[in-house]
């Protein structure tokens, strides 16, 4: 079965300090990963995409890393801000034609002063 | 580029109505899809349009319903509304090819009383 898990499922934070999210899937065919941050109540935000050869790809202070042998992929917060506050969500992308979409169910972020 | 459009922003509607939401995708885009989220499921996928053919679906009842315009603008309709209906309906937009992201509008936040 197609799935995306991701965890935490929430984590809180002080501003300025770093965090790790974590998304792992088992997806196949696989075409590619994306990050999303979707602040509420407004749709997702795309952050970073990668396909199979890439194992890293940053966005300012994100940093999404991505390991297709144990097809786990991360996302890094570099240096917090307040605006960080948002859920992320893990997307995996089956190739073969239609561009059908697996999601996570996202970690929620809270960046507090 | 204008993004993606999605009307109305905000619906209420009452138990067995139907209602009908609007997305226009970024200009050149031929790909678009609908999906819910809630709560307690995350983002779920409805289906997807690709020049005025739907060519994927997801496992939603025969309630739910969509169509795609020559000018790539989408519609979806939902019929004899039900409580758990109440969701951000949100649509994405896609130019060809899996490598290409998924540009998401801000969603319509329908309420059903």
């Known amino acids: 079965k197609n799935q995306v898990e991701q965890s935490p499922q929430s984590l809180i934070i002080l501003e300025g300090k770093n965090c790790t999210l974590q998304c792992n899937y088992t997806v196949s065919p696989f075409s590619n990963l994306r990050w999303y941050k979707q602040d509420t109540g407004r749709g997702p935000v795309s952050l970073t995409i990668m396909t199979f050869s890439e194992n890293t790809k940053s966005n300012g202070r994100y940093t999404a890393t991505l390991d297709a042998d144990t097809k786990q992929s991360s996302l890094h917060i570099t240096a917090s801000q307040l605006s960080d506050s948002a859920s992320y969500i893990c997307v995996v992308t089956l190739s073969g034609g239609y561009n059908k979409l697996i999601f996570g169910a996202g970690t929620r972020l809270a960046v507090h002063p | 580029k204008a993004g993606v459009t999605q009307t109305p922003r905000y619906l209420i509607k009452t138990r067995g109505q139907q209602v009908t939401l609007s997305c226009s995708p970024i200009s050149g885009h031929r790909s678009v899809s609908w999906y819910q989220q809630t709560p307690g499921q995350g983002l779920q996928f409805l289906f997807e349009?690709?020049?005025?053919?739907?060519?994927n679906k997801g496992n939603f009842p025969g309630r739910f319903s969509g169509r795609q315009f020559s000018n790539s603008r989408s519609e979806m309709n939902v019929s004899t509304l039900e409580l758990g209906d109440s969701a951000l309906y949100l649509c994405?937009?896609?130019?060809?090819?899996?490598?290409?992201?998924?540009?998401f509008g801000s969603g319509t936040r329908l309420t059903v009383v």
């Open positions: 349009y690709f020049s005025e053919t739907q060519r």
């Open positions: 994405a937009s896609s130019g060809t090819g899996s490598s290409y992201g998924y540009t």
